[in-house]
Structures are given as C-alpha cells and as structure tokens.
C-alpha cells in the first residue's frame, strides 16, 4: 500500500513562494502519476498540477505560470514549487497518486496524503 507524506507547508506572505515535498513509500513510486490538490476554506478540492511516470506536467488554471511541479523517482518524491503567492491560494494541499497516466480529474486518484496546510496573508 502507497503511503504519502507532504510537508512545507506553513504561514507564506503574499508575494511569496512556497516549496512543498511529499515523501512517498511502499509500490512502485516511478510507475506512478503524481498530483498536488488543494482544498480552500469553504470550497471543493481543486486540481493544481500532475506529473507523469515521464515527466510530462499539467496544471490547473489557477496556478499556471506561478507553480511548478516536479519529481524525484530516486528519492520516491514529488515537489510543487509556487511562487507569487495570493492569499486566494490558501488551501490544505494534499499529493495524491494513481497507477495510470496523469489526468485532471480528481476522483482518478487512487492514494492521497493527509495534506499540509498553505495559508497566505495579505
């Protein structure tokens, strides 16, 4: 069984950037597609980026050109670099993975996170 683990999330000024990591662990990491998702206050969880087993990236339209999302196979690990931080982008932000190619569709993924919480001050 897949298990993930985010961290680096925390209290970030508008403006600013943030780094997020999510250590995976048990299945084959390299095979696997990787997305970050984020779940505002009071709002539904929202697709930010996915990673192929390839490399190949997708990003959600709230955050193109602001995040960047990235693996390590060798250190079974996924990243999400955000820069340009908006207060809008506060939001527990969970990785999650699937045994398939990377799409947008939230429900596709098969095993998530507990998330790490980004809050964003104006």
């Known amino acids: 069984q897949v298990q993930l683990v985010e961290s680096g999330g925390g209290l970030v000024q508008a403006g600013g950037s943030l780094r997020l990591s999510c250590q995976a662990s048990g299945g084959k990491f390299s095979g696997y597609s990787m997305a970050w998702i984020r779940q505002g206050p009071g709002k539904e969880r929202e697709f930010v980026a996915a990673i192929s087993w390839s490399g190949i990236q997708f990003y959600g339209s709230s955050v193109m050109g602001r995040c960047t999302i990235s693996r390590d196979n060798a250190k079974n690990s996924v990243y999400l670099q955000c820069d340009t931080l908006e207060p809008d982008d506060t939001a527990v932000y969970y990785c999650?993975?699937?045994?398939?190619?990377?799409?947008?569709?939230?429900?596709?993924?098969?095993?998530w996170g507990q998330g790490t919480q980004v809050t964003v001050s104006s």
């Open positions: 999650a993975g699937r045994d398939g190619v990377a799409v947008k569709t939230i429900r596709e993924y098969e095993f």
